[in-house]
Nanobody, 127 residues
Framework: QVQLVESGGGLVQPGGSLRLSCAAS????????MGWFRQAPGKEREFVST????????DHADSVKGRFTTSKDNAKKTAYLQMNSLKPEDTAVYYC????????????????????WGQGTQVTVSS
């Protein structure tokens, strides 16, 4: 079991930026992929982005493409979500997750692909 801890959430005005971090506590950490999901009040959890832990390949939801960037630091066992040009509709609790199983295609867009989840961090975009 890997413990994932998110940080970096908060209140930001529309058009602003935030960077979320997700740090893994395991002594050794080598997932197939890390993912970011979000859940707004009254809505289902939705895919935001994913990054291959070895390849660095990234995939982003259409709603955030061009505004959000996903990166990682393997040595620090940390994944990042840089969020720019934030909109009120980006308001949600953001979760990071680690996948220990290989999936092809768009598999990492599904929450069932992930084995370990963080506790979530609140992002609120409001003036």
């Amino acid at each position: 079991q890997v413990q994932l801890v998110e940080s970096g959430g908060g209140l930001v005005q529309p058009g602003g930026s935030l960077r979320l971090s997700c740090a893994a506590s395991a002594r050794t950490f080598s997932p197939y992929a890390m993912g970011w999901f979000r859940q707004a009040p009254g809505k289902e959890r939705e895919f935001v982005s994913t990054i291959g832990w070895r390849s660095g390949y990234t995939d982003h939801a259409d709603s955030v493409k061009g505004r959000f960037t996903t990166s990682k630091d393997n040595a620090k066992k940390t994944a990042y979500l840089q969020m720019n040009s934030l909109k009120p509709e980006d308001t949600a609790v953001y979760y990071c997750a680690a996948a220990r199983t290989y999936y092809s295609g768009n598999g990492y867009r599904k929450d069932y692909a992930y084995d370990d989840w963080g506790q979530g961090t609140q992002v609120t975009v409001s003036s």
